[in-house]
Each structure stands twice: as C-alpha cells, then as structure tokens.
C-alpha cells in the first residue's frame, strides 16, 4: 500500500472507531477529503481508493483540476466536489458550474450571485450556511444572532437546496464549546426545514470531537493527504 493508501485507511479506522463509541451509523457522515494546493494526480489516487467527496477552497484551482479529473475517469461517474473556503461572489457562477456543494454562504450578496448562477442548472446545488463562531467578522460566517433571517432566505432561493450548517472551530482551544454551539445552530435551522439536518464541521485536528456533536461532513486534508505542496 502506499503512503496515501494508509493514511486514507488509518482516518477512516478512527471515524468508525469513534462512531461506533457514540453509537452513530456510519452511514450517516460523509468523509470529504481536501485536496487543496495538491495536484489533480493525487484527487485521482484517491478516486482509485475509493473517495468519492473532494474539497477545493480557491476556484483557480478547484475548476482546472475538476475538469482534468474528470477527462482521466474515462468516463467513470464523477466525484462530488464540495467548495469549502470562503467564495467571492464574483466565482459564483464558475464555481456553481462544478462544485456540487458550497460550504461557505455566508452572506446575502454571495446568495444572490449563487441563485443567478444556478438559473439554467438542471440539479439544484446543495449548500451549507457557514457561521461565524469568534467576534472576528474577517473569518467569514454569518453571525448566529443572524442565523434564522439567513435561513430564510436561502430556503426561499430557487436552484439551491439547504442541507444545514458549517464551521470552522475557533483558534482559541475551545473546540468543545464551538461544536456544542454549532449544534445548537443546527437545531435552530432544523425548526425551519427538518431536512437541514447535516453538520459540517471537523477537519484533522478536532474531527473526532466534532463527531460528538453531530458533524455529518468531515473535511479532512492532511490527516490524508500530507503536507500541501503549496
């Protein structure tokens, strides 16, 4: 096996492990693995072993390297590429064009650019509303207090379907006070549409945690993959 191959198995090893300590179905989380600032040679290994979810977080990358993905599967069905880094409203409409799911809507000018670029889409993109878990607004997210008004609106946007919430733990060590919170968040949305049930929440460091309070979507990069190249 290679170095990737046993990475990929050992993380895996530990979300069925800690699954199976919380008594969850496996079935339930969805393992998207971050192939960011690493070439496409590397997304197709992975496909190889099995992965079928990637995570790209800067447009300039993520759409080149979807499309050659695609032209070495021969055919074979495509992944679902998720855009998990903060999205310009200005990359909407290219990012809509490959990304199955974006992670990061956060704000009412972003929304209204993704209902634009999807008017012509067959299939409606799935997304998460990001929430801001600091007091810093430059991380990106919607603050909570804002969170029901924003769900609104998404649930009411044509060519979008909401599957629930997204976070980034906060840099401060709390990562248990920050899931709780996250889950709390999700419960709030679920009062508006039950099905945005899905929590998007843990990356290498802290996915184990973030299972504890229901993360369904775990974007793991170097856990996996190793050191970036860029």
Not at 12 to 20: H, M
Not at 125 to 143: A, K, S
Not at 148 to 156: D, N, R
Not at 217 to 227: E, Q, V
Request: with cysteine; glycine share 6%.
């Amino acid at each position: 096996m290679s170095l990737l191959a046993d990475r990929l198995a050992a993380v895996k090893d530990r979300i069925t492990s800690r699954l199976l300590e919380l008594e969850r179905d496996p079935s339930e989380v969805t393992l998207v693995v971050v192939t960011k600032n690493h070439p496409v040679d590397l997304a197709h290994e992975l496909y190889t072993l099995g992965c079928r979810d990637f995570g790209e977080n800067r447009d300039q990358e993520a759409a080149p390297k979807a499309s050659q993905l695609a032209t070495m599967l021969h055919g074979e069905p495509s992944p679902t590429w998720h855009f998990v880094g903060q999205l310009q409203s200005n990359k909407a409409k290219r990012v809509a064009e490959y990304a199955d799911v974006v992670h990061s809507v956060d704000r009412s000018s972003l929304l209204e650019a993704l209902i634009k670029a999807t008017e012509e889409r067959s299939k409606a993109l799935d997304v998460f509303l990001q929430v801001n878990l600091t007091e810093d607004e430059n991380r990106g997210g919607v603050h909570p207090l804002e969170l029901e008004k924003f769900t609104e609106a998404v649930l009411s946007a044509n060519g979008l379907r909401l599957l629930g919430v997204m976070a980034v733990a906060s840099l401060d060590g709390e990562e248990e006070r920050d899931f709780e919170l996250v889950q709390k968040l999700s419960q709030r949305v679920q009062t508006f549409d039950p099905t945005a049930k899905f929590i998007s929440a843990g990356m290498s460091a802290d996915f184990e945690l973030a299972l504890a309070y229901g993360a369904t979507h775990l974007r793991i990069g170097t856990a996996i993959t190793g050191n970036r190249t860029a």
